[in-house]
């Protein structure tokens, strides 16, 4: 039962940080209410960590808040992003050659880390990787 209240403390406070970073950027909880069809009350007990959302509500969240803010409600090494209607082929080939040039460079003797990956190289080359996947499909 711990780990359960542990989880939901996690979830309301990655709720609390979402949408004070969506507001940040300048969507006001009326406006996000408004667009989602959820209840501006809902909304501002989300937003407060009061209460935990459904995946309903998250559901009519997409599209509404960014793909990066509602990917803090998800596991570290997890992230909402919107699978792509058509492949571009010779951009998915560009993207993979920059993945490619960016690893071979992480194992330079002259590299931060030397022939190994270093934090920040590693941190380069994952986020590559998630583009490569989310123009891959």
């Known amino acids: 039962m711990q780990h359960d ?4 403390g996690q979830i309301k406070k990655a709720q ?4 004070r970073l969506t507001c940040s950027r300048g969507d006001a909880l009326k406006r996000i209410s408004m667009d989602s069809g959820l209840g501006y009350t809902t909304i501002q007990s989300y937003a407060g960590g009061h209460s935990v959302m459904s995946v309903a509500s998250l559901y009519r969240l997409v599209g509404v808040i960014p793909d990066d803010l509602l990917s803090l409600l998800l596991p570290t090494d997890h992230q909402i992003v919107q699978a792509p209607d058509d492949i571009d082929h010779d951009a998915l080939t560009d993207l993979c050659q920059d993945y490619v040039n960016t690893k071979a460079s992480a194992h330079r003797a002259d590299s931060p880390a030397g022939v190994d990956i270093s934090p920040c190289e590693k941190d380069a080359l994952d986020a590559k990787a998630v583009t490569l996947k989310a123009v891959g499909g």
């Not at 209240?5 to 939901?8: M, Y």
């Open 5 to 8: 209240d542990n989880i939901i």
């Open 16 to 19: 609390r940080t979402m949408f």
